[in-house]
């Protein structure tokens, strides 16, 4: 079956650090590609998307390109904020499977003034 | 985007109690869902559906219901609850938004009950 995995954390870093959290996925076909962000006793928030291969979802900040040759869909900032503080998802879906989400373990991250 | 509203946020309760979690949404998007999230983070689907009258059971096995008897409305409820059951409860939406005529494979979250049994 499908499955997402992305790195374990906690990740640690100081404010103005490059980020990156890695996610790798299995998937038979071309699945859309998510990154979500959890803040606490937040729910889920939609950081980023990608459809397609070479698609670069961005938001904030924050970038993630849907590496097809890889099967892999890491998320990266170039400079991190103490509010960025926040567990990170990598997930898939399908259109034609009901847009079932099949989730990462997640990453959290802590960044230190 | 999605508007998505869960009620209560929070919900301390005693064992026994029967409890039901409000899920609402605003866009008229057919399909919906239950997560239940543990401490350690992972998120496990335990129901959606596709739309009005449609209810399917998720990967993960639960004690608790759901009904759509309404497009908008998607509500959880636990006829006896438990310790066991004390986690984050996340509700979210996606698909085709009958109010704006347009299709989407995004799930849009709600901001979660979290539910504690005593």
């Known amino acids: 079956g499908d499955s997402v995995t992305q790195m374990e954390g906690p990740v640690t870093l100081s404010e103005e650090a490059f980020l990156t959290i890695n996610c790798t996925y299995t998937a038979t076909g071309y699945p859309s590609l998510f990154w979500y962000v959890q803040y606490p006793g937040e729910g889920l928030q939609l950081l980023l998307k990608a459809t397609k291969a070479d698609d670069k979802g961005s938001n904030k900040g924050f970038e993630a390109t849907y590496r097809k040759e890889t099967t892999s869909f890491h998320l990266e900032k170039g400079s991190v904020q103490v509010s960025d503080s926040a567990v990170y998802f990598c997930?898939?879906?399908?259109?034609?499977?009901?847009?079932?989400?099949?989730f990462g373990g997640g990453t959290r991250l802590m960044v230190k003034p | 985007e999605a508007d998505i509203y869960q009620t209560p946020r929070y919900l301390v309760i005693g064992t026994g109690k029967k409890i039901t979690l409000e899920c609402s949404q605003t866009?008229?998007?057919?399909?919906m869902y239950w997560y239940q999230q543990d401490p350690g983070m992972e998120l496990h689907l335990i129901h959606y559906s596709y739309g009005v009258n449609s209810t399917e059971k998720g990967d993960l096995s639960s004690e608790s219901t759901v009904s759509r008897i309404r497009t908008e409305h998607f509500p959880l409820t636990l006829e006896s609850a438990r310790p066991s059951h004390t986690s984050q409860y996340l509700c979210?939406?996606?698909?085709?938004?009958?109010?704006?005529?347009?299709?989407?494979?995004?799930?849009?979250f709600g901001p979660g009950t979290r539910l504690t049994v005593l």
């Open positions: 866009m008229g998007h057919d399909k």
């Open positions: 997930a898939l879906s399908f259109n034609n499977a009901g847009n079932m989400l099949t």
């Open positions: 979210a939406s996606s698909g085709y938004a009958s109010s704006g005529g347009y299709s989407t494979d995004t799930q849009y």
